[in-house]
């Protein structure tokens, strides 16, 4: 069995890799960075303080805000003779996230996205077209690195590039297809526009970047004729996308917990959330030599999803990412995040995989929330008034707030092969 699948025997062993890998972190951080010296000196811990896992709810938190003071090297730990490499995140507002990597930090990294394509289930028989962004950021060489590692076959095009894309889909029989959910679904649309449905071989779309709703996973699996669909959570401050993957049972995110904790938080309060309910999730890296985290908030959402998975997977599982504590928006006093959204949307039938949230508030002065939701490509419009009515009486029933739904014509809502807009907040 090759490596980067047999580090951990039991939940006894993953727990003590995680209390000798929180208290080296520790001790890493604490003689390589000044940052994390302050840190601990101010919230008055010793590295002799650390000498179980629940030690680690009395560790100080570390924010976005502390990355960009501390730009460009942020929480560097080693000198700049071991650095290798540097990452930047894509952040459009501020500085960006830049992150440094040590040739360990590389290899780790390998090891664990290695493992993401093992439990994908993919064979060294396997090809990979990936079509993700390859640059600073971390995306496109995260995913070469792990399929290179595996021992799978890269195809590596980027995104973009429509017509390279599907003549590589037919000239090179790649059976497994990395990107973002709406550069996977363009893809999916063109296939099926220019009727090479036949001609691909793709089984498996692992989407990594953005989240994707049930109905654009489905609709890519039918236009591709794909058996599975998985999401491959990421974020440049721990590495980048590989941390963790659904199995082929698809029932939860099981991620790599012998390389990070993961504590789910409630974001205003900083208190652990009740089991599965939905929080902040907060990254301790149990290894990373270059710029360890320690309590990092991420700003992204999930749950953690309790018991044993039936794969028999020792590793733990969180849900998907729901969204991003930025994008939670307040609807009359409601704390609405999209991810819940896409959850109720998905379930409804006779609608597209595309929608919009607007809000605007009015000269009454209260919030009004707007949804736009594309017809089904084969729905009558005779029926949109019906099926309208029944989604805002969903979406008041689980959201706890009314919302006037809106159905528009299949198509009619922008697709791009970037991070999809769903959220119009228009108002002051
Ligand atoms: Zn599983």
Redesign the pocket.
């Known amino acids: 069995m090759p490596h980067f699948l047999t580090t951990v025997r039991s939940k006894e062993d993953l727990e003590t890799i995680q209390l000798k890998g929180l208290q080296w972190t520790c001790r890493h951080a604490y003689e390589g960075s000044p940052f994390y010296r302050k840190r601990f000196d101010d919230a008055g811990i010793g590295l002799e303080d650390i000498r179980s896992l629940e030690d680690l709810q009395r560790l100080p938190f570390t924010t976005a805000a502390d990355l960009q003071e501390q730009y460009p090297w942020p929480l560097r730990s080693v000198p700049f003779e071991k650095i290798v490499r540097i990452h930047a995140s894509s952040g459009t507002t501020g500085k960006r996230k830049v992150m440094v990597y040590t040739a360990k930090d590389i290899d780790d990294w390998a090891d664990m996205f290695a493992r993401c394509y093992a439990t994908a289930g993919l064979s060294r028989a396997d090809r990979v077209q990936i079509c993700v962004g390859y640059g600073v950021w971390t995306a496109g060489v995260g995913f070469q690195l792990g399929c290179e590692r595996f021992g799978a076959m890269a195809v590596p095009v980027g995104p973009g590039n429509i017509d390279m894309q599907m003549q590589f889909l037919v000239d090179f029989q790649p059976t497994v297809l990395c990107a973002t959910a709406s550069m996977a679904l363009l893809l999916a649309e063109e296939v099926d526009k220019r009727g090479l449905g036949n001609k691909v071989a793709v089984k498996k779309v692992i989407f990594g970047a953005e989240r994707s709703t049930d109905a654009m996973r489905s609709k890519i699996r039918e236009l591709f004729g794909a058996e599975h669909t998985f999401d491959i959570p990421g974020l440049t401050e721990a590495y980048g996308p590989g941390t963790g993957l ?2 082929q ?1 698809h ?2 995110i ?1 991620y790599w917990a012998d390389y990070y904790i993961l504590e789910v938080l409630n974001p205003e309060t900083l208190a652990p959330v009740r089991n599965g309910e939905v929080g902040e999730m907060v990254y301790t890296t149990l290894r990373k030599e270059g710029a360890p985290l320690i309590r990092y908030r991420s700003r992204d959402l999930t749950r953690l999803i309790s018991g044993d ?3 028999g ?1 020792l590793f733990p ?1 969180h849900d998907r990412i729901l969204g991003r504590s930025d994008d939670m928006f307040i609807v009359r006093g409601v704390n609405i995040y999209p991810g819940h959204v896409d959850e109720i949307l998905a379930a409804e039938k006779g609608i597209g995989s595309e929608y919009q949230i607007h809000l605007d508030r009015k000269e009454d002065g209260k919030d009004y929330m707007t949804v736009l939701v594309e017809r089904a490509s084969d729905g009558d419009p005779l029926a949109d008034e019906p099926l309208s009515r029944k989604i805002e009486r969903d979406l008041r029933k689980e959201l706890l707030v009314s919302g006037a739904v809106k159905i528009v014509r299949y198509g009619s809502l922008p697709r791009t092969d970037r991070k999809t807009k769903r959220v119009f907040d228009n108002r002051d």
């Open positions: 659904d199995c049972l029932q939860g099981h998975c039936p794969c997977s599982r």
